[in-house]
């Protein structure tokens, strides 16, 4: 039996992390979890609402994180360098739990359920960016506009991350950030060069 609350939690997760893996989400159940863990189905209970969450804990300390990080970006940057900066930050943490980073993305992308609920974090999350954004003087509308953006462009770069894990998460962020600015220049890149041999 483990020791502690915080050793309970990870082999709860550890556990859950298998049995979504093994059968599937849908196929398991929460005391499934709690006997893979070595727990009762009361301590499972105690420690997660639902065996949704278990995929999702940790949730507020991302948000406290990045809102954080958005609050301590030096002054005179541009939204979306600030919200670069919080998801480097991010980003370590996601590096720091590969082992449980990668098969959670995996899951959620292949689970209906847990895609509704990661699109509910998601829209929590990016509110809470675009507040931190209104704190440093963005305009409310480019605060929305650019924490949204700024999330989609993480996901991506994490979804990149995931199938490319020879680089870096931060070398992907930079390339998605790099990419979102050229989608945003006056001419388009390619066009740019085409204009440019002619």
């Given amino acids: 039996m483990p020791r502690s609350g915080a050793e309970a939690r990870r082999r709860l997760q550890r556990a859950a992390l298998e049995l979504y893996q093994e059968r599937g989400f849908d196929q398991t159940t929460a005391a499934e979890i709690a006997a893979r863990a070595g727990v009762n189905e009361r301590t499972f209970f105690r420690h997660f609402p639902d065996k949704r969450e278990v995929l999702f804990d940790g949730e507020a300390d991302l948000r406290a994180a990045l809102t954080q990080e958005v609050a301590d970006a030096p002054e005179g940057l541009r939204p979306l360098d600030a919200l670069l900066c919080a998801f480097r930050k991010a980003g370590r943490i996601l590096e720091d739990n590969r082992p449980f980073s990668e098969p959670r993305l995996k899951i959620i992308a292949v689970t209906p359920a847990l895609r509704e609920r990661d699109l509910a974090k998601a829209a929590s999350l990016t509110e809470a960016l675009a507040e931190a954004l209104r704190q440093r003087g963005v305009p409310d509308r480019l605060a929305g506009l650019a924490a949204h953006t ?29 990419d979102l600015r050229a989608l945003s220049a006056t001419v388009p890149p390619a066009q740019e060069q085409a204009e440019n041999r002619s």
């Avoid at 700024?150 to 070398?171: K, N, V």
């Fill in 150 to 178: 700024g999330w989609a462009t993480f996901h991506q770069a994490a979804q990149a991350w995931i199938d490319d894990p020879s680089q870096s998460l931060d070398t992907h962020l930079t390339r998605a950030f790099d």
